[in-house]
């Protein structure tokens, strides 16, 4: 898996400006970029797939739509029938993923490094939902995108993964890196009703 600690984030400049901005109600909305995430795509259908990725990362992939399942080190978001997301912490060695493309090897599988592809934005408060609604025909509600859940989709014309961590409610958002720029300023241009004076 790439080193990430290495790398420089494309939003670098502007989650410094953010900090550093005037916010009086960083209860309403907030936001953040989490850093040094891996990203692995995985790919299968059979049961020898199944069993020898929640042998190495004692996690069982979530088969139901747009679920997830999570524990200390990993949260695997479900794709398609076939295809997953694992979002995994640093505390997941090169060498671990390393040996799960070994291990997946025999089987009619695929493990794919991706961390480079994707850039994770973490946003929370009180009116993140009416923030996100903007952009997206989801029903983000509680009542209906509950903790856990997660959907492909595109938030205002940018494509990603919308993941819900909890009811606060807080969302992980997955972007691609080379439109993380235009996602993060156009968060902040849709919450500044909520959060700026």
Sequence with gaps: MSDL?????????LTNKYKDS???????????EKLFLGKIALFGKEDLFFEKISNKFDITLPTLPNTATTNDKITALWLSQKEWLLVVNPSITNTEVESLQNDLSSTHSLAIDVSDRWTTINVSGNKAIDVLSKGTSIDLDNSVFGTGACAQTTLWSVNVIIYKIDEKPTFDLFVDST??????????HSSKEYVYE
Aim: hydrophobic share 35%; charged share 25%; net charge positive.
């Design 5 to 13: 600690s290495n790398g420089i984030s494309p939003l670098r400049d």
């Design 22 to 32: 005037k916010k009086p109600n960083p209860s309403e909305f907030s936001m953040n």
């Design 179 to 188: 439109m993380a720029k235009f996602l993060w300023q156009w968060l902040d």
